[in-house]
């Protein structure tokens, strides 16, 4: 949604979000409170540079391109052609 994110840290939630965004830990209404408040006091063009840039991470590593680009570079050395 190009939304900027705020999120817990589980499973693999780290793993998509990398930097984009901001993990809490999971069960600490007092960290997620903390987390909504520290973004209610950026710009609104901090806001959606945030989100901007989460959805860029979306679109470079999680597409369903991306992911048949990686699958056939990782085949594609082991005898196996597209």
């Not at 499973?11 to 984009?20: K, L, R, S």
């Not at 999971?26 to 945030?50: F, H, M, R």
Request: a negative charge.
């Amino acid at each position: 949604a190009g939304l900027p994110i705020i999120a817990t840290g589980v499973d693999g939630v780290p793993q998509v979000m990398g930097n984009c965004g901001c993990l809490i830990p999971a069960g600490d209404p007092k960290v997620l409170a903390d987390a909504i408040s520290a973004y209610c006091q950026k710009s609104p063009a901090e806001l959606s540079d945030l989100g901007k840039l989460s959805r860029l991470r979306l679109h470079e590593n999680f597409t369903t391109e991306h992911f048949r680009d990686v699958f056939w570079e990782f085949f594609s050395g082991r005898g196996l052609e597209q």
